[in-house]
């Protein structure tokens, strides 16, 4: 059972490892797009933990507060795109205080689209998209085999991380890396690596792991 304490260590997680991969992060960004996804991130994501409702708070609740913080302190692409992925998921969820597993497939796939239709990337553009698009569909596609919540999310983390790697040797065509064109290829897109990171704290947190009821 995935409830608000499961979800609010998954927030607390993701902001956590956003914080210890933030120069990585910027490092990435440095050499195709502005060096600031680091940055971006983590005082999105630090806002974010300072906001987040006391005990009552539900799962959307914890999710809208997130985006909120991710939309109004990120100037970036990222924050609208992960605010909007955030904001869909607390739609996803309604009112619900107990997530089922599938309920938390749906609220990645309900995330993944919201990405897709704020930025308009597709797969092979070289964006967030490349590992969120994959790990969704891990998700997805090991709960229907009928694994556990726990395998299912590692399975999805394992497929963001390849989704990631797929990412190195693209040309971009989406954000601010596009305007290097040829210049983009051999290089991991730094949105990808963060999600990597989200799905890395959701295995972690969601279904019952390390931090889950913190
Ligand atoms: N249209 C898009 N769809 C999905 N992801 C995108 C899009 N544009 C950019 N991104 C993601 O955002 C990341 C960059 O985020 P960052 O926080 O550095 O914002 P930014 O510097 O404003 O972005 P950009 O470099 O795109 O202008 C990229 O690595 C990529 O994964
Ligand atoms: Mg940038």
Redesign the pocket.
């Known amino acids: 059972m995935v409830g608000a304490g499961e979800v609010r260590a998954f927030i607390r997680r993701f902001a956590e490892l956003i914080a210890e991969h933030k120069d990585e992060l910027t490092a990435?960004?440095a050499a195709?797009?502005?060096a600031?996804?680091g940055t971006?991130?983590d005082r999105g994501l630090q806002a974010a933990l300072e906001r987040l409702p006391g005990e009552t708070a539900t799962p959307a609740d914890l999710f809208k507060a997130v985006a909120m913080a991710l939309i109004s302190k990120?100037?970036?692409?990222?924050?609208p795109?992960y605010g909007t992925a955030f904001l869909r998921a607390a739609a996803a969820v309604g009112s619900k205080t107990s997530l089922e597993p599938a309920d938390v497939a749906a609220l990645f796939r309900a995330a993944l689209a919201g990405?897709?239709e704020?930025?308009?990337?597709t797969t092979g553009?070289?964006?967030?998209?490349d590992a969120f698009a994959p790990a969704v569909a891990a998700l997805e596609e090991r709960l229907g085999q009928g694994a556990g919540l726990e395998e299912a999310l590692r399975a999805a983390l394992e497929a963001a991380r390849q989704g990631s790697d797929s990412t190195i040797p693209l040309v971009a065509t989406?954000?601010?890396?596009s305007y290097l064109s040829e210049r983009s290829r051999g290089h991991r897109?730094?949105?990808?690596l963060?999600?990597v990171l989200l799905f890395q704290a959701a295995a972690e947190t969601l279904a019952g792991g390390s931090g889950a009821g913190a």
Request: proline share 3%; glycine share 18%.
């Open positions: 990435l960004d195709i797009g502005d600031d996804h971006n991130m990120v100037g970036g692409a990222s924050g795109l990405i897709q704020r930025g308009k990337a553009e070289k964006t967030m998209v989406k954000g601010r890396a897109d730094p949105g990808s963060s999600t």
